[in-house]
């Protein structure tokens, strides 16, 4: 028999992502043994992904460029970019610099590849539906933020070269910024005019937030950053009013978020079932924590210290429902799987 394509998630890298974050996360606030052990999950998940990617394209080469070239799941693609980035940035943390600047590579390869296929596909492809769009486009934001927070993370490692990292940082920080502000007017259009059922509302509308959340963490990095360059110094005071602008926007989507998934579990009555989506809330939580505590950190804001604080336990206990979601529908499925092969001798 032939390879029969599955139906794929194409943004199942958002484990990694999440479960990298609250690593970072966990080690900022020093839970040294918690954050390692996440960090090895970390990287088993990214191995493993790379490996069942791998299967996909090269057993179903079609099914995986329909994918790519569809505007409701291309943009899923880019969690490979950010999960590369995560992990390098917590590779930095624990002093492997050799590996964080293979994922930095990695995540900056996959970035030009993704990008500019993706954006060339959408501009000569059918024109796209509003319907297509949604909060997963925002994914490609949190890619080139990713990047942005990594090479601002390496100019600890190559303090040599600071004027230069802090520029390439610094472009693909405003690059991000400006397809934010593209990509959101979209989606509130999408979310005001058009009318919203609830499969519509899917766990990667947490990207909302989750996309200012690494937008302020970056910035938040970048004013950490002393150079002497005047034409560097002069962003400064831009990036300290979007920072606080950012990151009040993304405040005010967490209650919206809450109530509109309450919304949909309980006046859609579904039932609370694994998706490998739901790692697209935890994200955004864990990053919430970490942008939060460093612009405390930058601000000398006590307050917004206490806030961080305070979301390092709501991501930690949204990372282990989800797992033990998964966990569950695993053993379920094997169980189940098992128990028909019991039965194929009758």
């Known amino acids: 028999m032939g390879y029969k394509p599955q139906p794929f998630y194409t943004g199942y890298f958002a484990a990694v992502m999440a479960t990298g974050i609250v690593s970072t996360m966990l080690f900022l606030y020093h839970s040294q ?7 090895a999950v970390a990287v088993l998940m990214y191995l493993a992904l790379w490996y069942s990617y791998g299967i996909r394209t090269i057993k179903a080469p079609r099914a995986m460029w329909d994918d790519l070239s569809n505007p409701a799941t291309a943009f899923g693609f880019f969690t490979i970019v950010a999960a590369s980035n995560v992990l390098a940035v917590r590779f930095v943390f624990a002093d492997w610099v050799g590996l964080s600047m293979v994922l930095g590579g990695i995540g900056l390869a996959a970035w030009a590849v993704l990008f500019y296929t993706i954006m060339t596909v959408m501009i000569t492809g059918p024109a796209i539906k509003l319907s297509s769009v949604n909060g997963g486009w925002l994914i490609a934001i949190v890619a080139e933020q990713s990047i942005a927070t990594y090479l601002a993370a390496m100019i600890d490692i190559m303090p040599g070269h600071v004027a230069l990292l802090f520029l390439l940082a610094a472009t693909f920080w405003a690059m991000g910024l400006m397809f934010y502000v593209i990509f959101i007017g979209l989606i509130m259009n999408r979310l005001l005019f058009q009318s919203v059922s609830f499969d519509d509302l899917q766990p990667p509308y947490w990207i909302n937030m989750g996309a200012t959340a690494i937008t302020v963490l970056a910035s938040s990095r970048l004013l950490s950053i002393h150079v002497h360059a005047q034409i560097l110094l002069t962003l400064r005071p831009f990036l300290e009013g979007v920072t606080l602008m950012l990151w009040a926007w993304g405040s005010w989507w967490i209650p919206l978020l809450i109530i509109l998934g309450l919304w949909k579990y309980w006046r859609g009555h579904e039932a609370v079932a694994y998706h490998p989506s739901q790692w697209s809330i935890v994200f955004p939580l864990g990053m919430y924590s970490t942008a ?19 979301f390092v336990w709501v991501a930690l206990v949204a990372w282990i429902l989800v797992a033990g979601l998964g966990i ?4 379920t499925r094997e169980k189940w799987l098992h128990q028909g092969r019991m039965r194929e001798p009758d």
């Open 33 to 39: 043994w918690l954050s390692d052990t996440l960090m």
């Open 292 to 310: 939060t505590t460093t612009m405390s950190r930058i601000y000398g804001f006590s307050p917004l210290h206490w806030v961080g604080a305070g």
């Open 328 to 331: 569950r529908q695993a053993v």
